[in-house]
């Protein structure tokens, strides 16, 4: 975060921990490194350094911006239903999930289109995720509107060689 004053700020995970309080500064930083990090939304908590007193603190503008790195969404493989988080940074992206009622079954066919050299071993895995579209899940944050969580439920991997 850059403002015109020394600031620090907390990360957090909206619904729980983790949450992190970064270096201070005109420039606050701070780095989240692991193998899983909750999926969903974050919050940035802006603060100004220094004593409060018996003054309130002016107010500065401020300038925030994050950097996820992810493993990509694989673009071999295609099927009916689409990718929420395609859809969610790509135009013309489609996501049409099915509707599972407890107990019930659904077949999802799932085409994955090799690409690279004959003899060339390919492998992946091809996750299905549970979706929920949750209305005003963070309204402690002051925000409204109707928010996406998903979860991983199952993973299959595969491997193939690529015929020439």
């Not at 005109?26 to 899983?36: E, G, I, M, N, Q």
């Not at 673009?75 to 407890?102: K, M, Q």
């Not at 005003?136 to 991983?152: A, C, E, K, M």
Request: aromatic share 8%; no cysteine; charged share 15%.
């Amino acid at each position: 975060m850059t403002a015109a004053e020394p600031n620090l700020f907390e990360f957090a995970w909206a619904l729980g921990d983790p949450g992190l309080l970064s270096s201070t500064g005109k420039t606050s930083k701070v780095t989240l490194t692991a193998p899983d990090i909750a999926p969903g939304d974050w919050t940035i908590q802006p603060i100004l350094r220094g004593p409060d007193g018996v003054k309130p603190v002016k107010s500065v503008a401020a300038t925030a911006s994050a950097m996820a790195v992810t493993a990509p969404i694989d673009a071999a493989i295609t099927d009916p239903t689409g990718d929420l988080w395609t859809e969610a940074t790509t135009r013309n992206a489609r996501f049409s999930p099915h509707i599972v009622a407890p107990g019930q079954t659904v077949t999802i066919p799932v085409v994955i289109t090799p690409h690279g050299a004959p003899g060339t071993v390919v492998s992946g895995t091809v996750y299905v995720s549970a979706v929920s579209f949750n209305q005003r899940t963070l309204d402690n944050f002051f925000l409204t509107g109707t928010y996406p969580t998903t979860s991983d439920v199952a993973a299959f991997r595969y491997i193939y060689t690529i015929k020439g």
